[in-house]
């Protein structure tokens, strides 16, 4: 697996995500040659779905009716047989968020649960001092606590950070390198979570494709360099994303 395969088979993402990633997400999609369409709203979401290749489920801004729309997406999504991923963004900021995520994790099939280690934490039950969106403090196993959540909820478990963790709950593979400047520009998990949705759409639905994934991402926000504003980090990642998509090898100053 590798980018260039979503590049070569396109697949349409419909994205249930929040309001300050949709535009960066959208524009990562097609950066690698995905469809994104975002729609929120429980009306139509079943016919999202239909024309879907695969689900994201984003909580970062959550409302009443986009939980509604995820819970029935999530259902066609798991009748049809399309990958679903589930972005759970600062899940231990509210008892709300934790509520929708239990919901959730109880009614629909996730194929994937990407997330920061703080919301990786909440969602184990295990103490974390949460820190809106960003990972928060605490001391957890890492890797035991992904396994531990890919083994309750039959998962793959895409934890990221400075080394990216990915495991289905039996084979682990850690993945390092990246750039610390992309932690600075909002949104660029919950683009990784889209992309995972089109990678597991594109390819294997196991952890070989995340892993893929994730060695990508990093690859990029290497590409992406040393910029000296977050305004021209963003717009070098998308463009080394897009570029690593059609399989460049030659790389010149982006
Ligand atoms: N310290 C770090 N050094 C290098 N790369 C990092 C570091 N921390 C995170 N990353 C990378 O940043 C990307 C996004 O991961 P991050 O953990 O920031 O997600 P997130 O907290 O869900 O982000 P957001 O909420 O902003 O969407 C991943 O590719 C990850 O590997
Ligand atoms: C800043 C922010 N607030 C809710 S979602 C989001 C995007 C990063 O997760």
Redesign the pocket.
Known sequence: MSLSNIYKKKPLVHCIT?T??ANFTANGLLAIGASPIMADEAIEAEEMVRIADALLLNI??LHETTAKTMLIAGKAANKKGIPVVLDP??VGASLYRQQIVKEILAQIQIDCIRCNVGELAVIAGVPWESR??DSGEGQIDIIETAKLVANTYNTLVFVTGSTDIVTNGKETFQIQGGNERITQV??T??LLSAICAAGLAADDRNVATLQAVSSSYKRAAELAGEQPYIGSFQISLLNALERLSQGEKEWTLL
């Open positions: 929040n300050v990633a970062g801004t963004v600062a809106g969106v909002t949104a998990g919950c």
